[in-house]
C-alpha cells in the first residue's frame, strides 16, 4: 500500500528524472537550493558547456565557440530564469542566437579570450542593462544587442567586422554608444527607436549611411564626417534631426540642402573614447586617454589636445598629422608609456604645442623619430630621458624647427651620448633652426654624422651645461646668418679639422664660442657682411680655445696651440661675457671699411658693450694709489679678462661721449699698443696675452706686446 508520504517521496524522484530528461522543459518546475546546488547542466559547443545553478547564475566553460543557433533553439531561449552570465577564459566566440530572448538576464561577464560575437546573440534580454566588451573581440554581428535595455555601449577598436543593421534598434534605454573607427557604415535601422539616444559621433572610416538608421530618436542635430559619400534619401526618416554638421562642400552640406535641413560648417569635433585616438579628421580631446595598444594614423588627423593627458605605447604617422593644444595652461601631454619610441613618422608631422615625454626607463628610442616626410615644430617641448628628443633621418625632407623647446635630461642616468637633436647617418635632407631653444644637460645640443645634409641656423638658442652646443658634422653644409645663441660647457660651436661655416646672410647678433680641433679658417663668406677691421673689433667677445684673428679676405681664423683642448681660456672668457651680445649690428653691405660705415658700427655695436658689461665692471673697481703696470689698469697684479672689461666699458663710455672714468696712470696702463686711445684694440691684446699665459706662455706682457702689435 503506497502511503502519503511515499507517494510524496516517489513524487520528488520523478519530478527530478524528468527535469534532468528533459532539459527544454525546466522552466515549469522549481527547486530549492536544498535540494540540489546545480539546476542545469548541458553542453553548448564541442567544447563548451554551461551550468545553472539556483540563484539564476549562467556560467559556461571551456574552449572554444558558443555554437549557433536558430532562432529559439538555443538551450537559453526564452528562459527568464538566468539572471546573469559569466563567460569563463576560454570561450572565443558566441554563437547566433545565443542568448536570444532571455528577458531575465541582466548581467554578462566576458572573457578576455573572446574574439566574436554573433547574430542576435542578446536579442530581447530586456533586462539587460550593462555590458563591457573587451577589446579582444574583433567581430560582431546584426541584431546583437537589439531589444537590450542598455543604458551605454563602448565598442572596442579591435572590432574590424562591425554589422550594424538593426543592431541597437528597439534599445529604449540607450543614451550613448561609442563606435570604432573600423566601422565603414550604418546599415538600415542601427538606432531605430532609441528614443533617449543623445547623440551619435559617427566615426571618420564611415562612408555610407543607410535608410532609417535614425528612425524613431529625439535628438536633433548630427555631424556628418567629409569621408561620408553616400547618405540614403530615408536615412533620417521619422527622426527629428534638423541640422547637419560638417564640412564645406561635403556631401553632408549636399544632403541637407536637398532636404531642407539646416547646415553649420564645423571644422572640429569632440574625441570622447578614453581607451584610443582618432585616426583621421579633426578632433579636439574631451577626456585623458590611456592607449594600451600601438596607433597607427593612415588618415590626415589634426589632433587638439586640450590640456589633456594621452598615454601611449607609440604613435606612428603614415600620413599628415598635426598636434596642438589649444589649453591656456599648457597642460596638454602625451606620455611613452613603452620601450619605443613616441611618435614616429613617415610623412609629414606638425607639432604646434603640447609636452611630449619619452621613454623615461632605460631604451634606444627617441621621443619624436621622423623616419621619412618633413617635421614642423612651431612650440610645445618635447623631452628625452635616456635617447635623443628629436632624432632626424629622412633622406630628403626639410625640418623646420621655429619655436618650443627641445630639451633632454639624461643627468639620473648618465648617459653624456644624448642630444635634443641628433642628425643621424641616413639623414641628407634640410635642418632649418630659426627660432625655440635646444637644450642637453649632458652631451651635445645638436650632433649626428649624416650624409650631405644642409644645416641653416638663423635663430634660436643652442646649448648644453658639459659639452658643446653644436657639434659641427664632418659631412654637410652649414649656413649661419641672423640672431646666433651657440653656447656649451666645452664651447659652443665645435669645427672638425679643415670644416669651415658658411655665413649665408647679416648676422644680426651672436652670442658664440668656438673650439676647434685644429689651426685655420672658421668661416666662409663673413667678409661679405662685416669689414675685417670691424670684425677685429670684437674678437675679444668670441671665446675659444685658441687664438683668433681676421684674414686678408676678411674671414675668421683660429690659432690652435698644439696642447690645447677646452681651456680655461673658454671658461673663463665665457664667464665674463655672458651677458655681452657680439657681433650686433654688423650688417654692413661690403667689406670696404669706410671711416664713415666703421664709425657708425661701432658707436651702435659700443653701446650694447656698455650696457652688457657693467655690472661685471663692478668687480674691477680700482685702488687709489696702486701703480699700474701695462696691461693691468685694475692694479691687481695680473692681466687678465678682468683688465679687458675695464677697457672696454670705459671704451664704451667714450664712444658715447662720456668722459674717462680712468685716472691717468691707468690710462696708460690701459693703453697697450701706446696708439694713445683706449679701445676694442687693447682689450684684444690683453685678452690674447691671457690666452697665451693660460696655455704655458712665459713671455713678459710688453714683450708680447712688441712679437703682436
Given at each position: ?324 593644444d589649444s589649453d591656456p595652461g599648457k597642460k596638454g601631454t602625451v606620455i611613452c608609456t613603452e620601450d619605443s619610441n613616441l611618435i614616429t ?331 694713445g686711445r683706449i679701445d676694442a684694440s687693447d682689450a684684444t691684446l690683453i685678452l690674447q696675452y691671457y690666452g697665451y699665459m693660460s696655455t ?14
Amino acid at each position: 500500500m503506497i502511503t502519503k508520504k511515499l507517494f510524496s517521496a516517489l513524487l520528488s524522484v520523478s519530478v527530478l528524472t524528468c527535469y534532468f530528461s528533459y532539459p527544454d522543459i525546466h522552466e515549469k518546475f522549481t527547486i530549492s537550493a536544498a535540494d540540489t546546488a546545480s539546476v542545469l547542466t548541458g553542453e553548448c559547443g564541442s567544447s563548451v558547456t554551461y551550468t545553472l545553478d539556483s540563484e539564476g547564475k549562467l556560467t559556461i566553460s571551456g574552449n572554444g565557440t558558443i555554437s549557433d543557433f536558430a532562432e529559439g533553439k538555443s538551450p537559453f531561449s526564452d528562459n527568464d530564469k538566468i539572471k546573469t552570465v559569466v563567460i569563463e577564459n576560454g570561450v572565443t566566440q558566441i554563437g547566433n542566437y545565443s542568448f536570444s530572448s532571455c528577458p531575465g538576464i541582466s548581467s554578462v561577464e566576458l572573457p578576455r579570450s573572446l574574439n566574436g560575437i554573433g547574430e542576435f546573440a542578446f536579442e530581447n534580454c530586456t533586462s539587460l542593462t550593462s555590458l563591457t566588451i573587451p577589446d579582444s573581440v574583433t567581430s560582431i554581428g546584426q541584431y546583437a544587442f537589439s531589444g537590450t535595455s542598455l543604458k551605454s555601449l563602448v565598442i572596442p577598436e579591435s572590432t574590424v567586422t562591425l554589422d550594424t543593421n538593426s543592431m541597437f534598434m528597439d534599445c529604449k534605454e540607450l543614451e550613448s554608444v561609442v563606435l570604432p573607427q573600423s566601422l565603414t557604415a550604418l546599415y538600415s535601422n542601427a538606432f531605430r527607436n532609441c528614443a533617449k539616444l543623445k547623440e551619435v559621433d559617427i566615426p571618420d572610416s564611415v562612408t555610407a549611411i543607410q535608410n532609417d538608421v535614425f528612425a524613431g530618436t529625439t535628438f536633433t542635430s548630427l555631424f556628418i564626417p567629409s569621408e561620408v559619400t553616400m547618405i540614403n534619401g530615408n536615412a533620417l526618416r521619422d527622426s527629428k534631426i534638423d541640422t547637419i554638421c560638417g564640412f564645406k562642400d561635403s556631401a553632408a552640406e549636399t544632403f541637407a540642402e536637398k532636404n531642407g535641413l539646416d547646415f553649420v560648417e564645423s571644422e572640429e569635433r569632440l574625441w570622447k573614447r578614453t581607451d584610443s585616438l582618432p585616426l583621421a579628421g579633426v578632433y579636439k580631446l574631451d577626456c585623458d586617454v590611456n592607449v594600451k595598444s600601438y596607433t597607427t594614423i593612415n588618415g590626415i588627423l589634426d589632433l587638439d589636445l586640450n590640456g589633456h593627458t594621452v598615454k601611449t605605447p607609440e604613435i606612428i604617422c603614415n600620413s599628415s598629422v598635426t598636434i596642438r593644444d589649444s589649453d591656456p595652461g599648457k597642460k596638454g601631454t602625451v606620455i611613452c608609456t613603452e620601450d619605443s619610441n613616441l611618435i614616429t613618422s613617415y610623412n609629414k608631422l606638425t607639432i604646434c604645442g603640447g609636452n611630449f615625454y619619452g621613454y623615461d626607463k632605460k631604451t634606444v628610442c627617441a621621443t619624436v623619430r621622423i623616419n621619412d616626410g618633413s617635421f614642423d615644430f612651431y612650440g610645445g617641448e618635447i623631452t628625452g630621458y635616456y635617447s635623443h628628443a628629436l632624432s632626424v633621418r629622412t633622406k630628403d625632407g626639410i625640418i623646420n624647427l621655429m619655436g618650443g623647446n627641445l630639451k633632454t635630461s639624461s643627468a639620473e642616468n648618465g648617459k653624456t651620448n644624448v642630444y635634443s637633436i641628433w642628425l643621424a647617418d641616413t639623414f641628407a635632407g634640410t635642418l632649418n633652426i630659426t627660432g625655440g631653444e635646444f637644450h642637453s644637460d649632458l652631451g651635445p645640443a645638436v650632433s649626428g654624422s649624416p650624409l650631405e645634409c644642409i644645416v641653416n641656423i638663423s635663430g634660436g638658442k643652442i646649448s648644453s651645461d658639459q659639452d658643446h652646443g653644436f657639434k659641427f658634422p664632418k659631412r654637410g653644409t652649414v649656413n649661419l646668418s641672423g640672431n646666433i645663441s651657440i653656447k656649451g660647457g666645452k664651447g659652443g660651436i665645435y669645427m672638425p679639422k679643415g670644416k669651415t661655416v658658411n655665413i649665408s646672410g647679416p648676422i644680426t647678433s651672436a652670442d658664440v664660442s668656438v673650439y676647434a680641433e685644429s689651426s685655420g679658417t672658421l668661416t666662409n663668406g663673413l667678409g661679405k657682411y662685416i669689414s675685417a677691421s670691424t670684425l677685429k673689433r670684437y674678437l675679444p667677445l668670441i671665446s675659444s680655445n685658441g687664438t683668433l684673428s681676421v684674414n686678408d679676405e676678411g674671414e675668421l681664423g683660429i690659432e690652435v696651440p698644439v696642447s690645447a683642448t677646452t681651456t680655461a681660456v673658454t671658461t673663463a672668457v665665457s664667464s665674463t661675457t655672458a651677458t655681452v651680445s657680439t657681433l650686433t649690428d654688423m650688417t654692413s653691405a661690403s667689406t670696404t671699411d669706410t671711416s664713415t660705415s666703421a664709425e657708425t658700427s661701432t658707436t651702435a655695436s659700443a653701446s650694447t658693450v656698455s650696457t652688457s658689461v657693467t655690472s661685471t665692471a663692478a668687480t674691477a673697481s680700482v685702488t687709489e694709489g696702486t701703480k699700474y703696470a701695462l696691461g693691468d689698469p685694475n692694479g691687481d697684479g695680473k692681466t687678465d679678462a678682468n683688465d679687458a672689461t675695464l677697457v672696454l666699458v670705459n671704451y664704451s663710455i667714450m664712444s658715447t661721449g662720456g668722459q674717462c672714468e680712468l685716472d691717468a696712470e691707468q690710462q696708460k696702463a690701459a693703453d697697450v699698443n701706446s696708439d694713445g686711445r683706449i679701445d676694442a684694440s687693447d682689450a684684444t691684446l690683453i685678452l690674447q696675452y691671457y690666452g697665451y699665459m693660460s696655455t704655458g706662455g712665459t713671455a713678459a706682457f710688453a714683450d708680447f706686446i712688441k712679437q703682436n702689435r
